[in-house]
């Protein structure tokens, strides 16, 4: 658990995914279509990180999102700050995009 929150709090976004995962993929497009770079943990062969994840409260665990070191959520909870306009808003505040 202590990785999964050192890792989120090096970057302003932090997105934990798997390869095989096409929300996953859905949501680094829209950060990056948003103008920010997320870092991006691909974690498909590394079981303690999603136990760790999922102790963290991310269910499902992936993709699960950090902005500004906080736990924002996955695909679903993303898509619906992206849709009632925060999302932006957050990701303008930790610094990962510049407006």
Known sequence: MDR???????????????????????????FYDLGASPAVYEVDHDADMERALRRLGCNPAFPAVFVGGKYVGSAKDVISLHVDGTLKQKLIEAKAIWF
Not at 16 to 28: N, P, V
């Open 4 to 30: 999964v929150k050192d890792l989120a709090s090096k970057s302003a976004a932090v997105i934990f995914t798997k390869s095989t995962c096409c929300m996953c993929h859905s949501i680094k497009a829209l």
